[in-house]
Nanobody
Framework: QVQLAESGGGLVQPGGSLSLSCAAS????????MGWYRQAPGKERELVADIIRDGDPNYADPVKGRFIISRDNAKNMVTLQMYSLKLEDTAVYYC?????????????????WGQGTQVTVSS
C-alpha cells in the first residue's frame, strides 16, 4: 500500500502564485509516473500536469507556460508550482501516482490518489 500526502494550496488572488507538494510513502514500491489532476465544482476531474520517471513533463493546455511540475525520485515527491493563477484555476487538486509494488521479484501496477487540496483563486 502506498500513501500520498499532499500539502500546499489555499487562497490566492488572481495573478498570484502557489505551490503544491505530494510525498509518497510505503514499502517496496517504485513510482513510474506522478502528476496532478484537478476537479472544479460541477466538472469532471482533469489532468493538470504529469511527469514520468526521468522523463519530460506533460501539461494540459490551460496551464502551459504558467505551471511547472517537478519530481524528486529519491524522495518520492512531486511538486507543482503555479504562477499567474486565474479564477478558473480554482479547484480541488489531487496528486496521482502510478506505482509498481514489489513482492520479491514480482510486482503489481497500481494507481493511487491523494486526498485532495483546495486551491481557490479569488479577489
Amino acid at each position: 500500500q502506498v500513501q500520498l500526502a499532499e500539502s500546499g494550496g489555499g487562497l490566492v488572488q488572481p495573478g498570484g502564485s502557489l505551490s503544491l507538494s505530494c510525498a509518497a510513502s510505503g514499502r517496496s514500491f517504485v513510482i513510474d509516473g506522478m502528476g496532478w489532476y484537478r476537479q472544479a465544482p460541477g466538472k469532471e476531474r482533469e489532468l493538470v500536469a504529469d511527469i514520468i520517471r526521468d522523463g519530460d513533463p506533460n501539461y494540459a493546455d490551460p496551464v502551459k507556460g504558467r505551471f511547472i511540475i517537478s519530481r524528486d525520485n529519491a524522495k518520492n515527491m512531486v511538486t507543482l508550482q503555479m504562477y499567474s493563477l486565474k479564477l478558473e484555476d480554482t479547484a480541488v487538486y489531487y496528486c496521482n501516482a502510478e506505482v509498481r509494488e514489489y513482492s520479491g521479484s514480482y510486482f503489481q501496477r497500481k494507481n493511487y490518489w491523494g486526498q485532495g487540496t483546495q486551491v481557490t483563486v479569488s479577489s
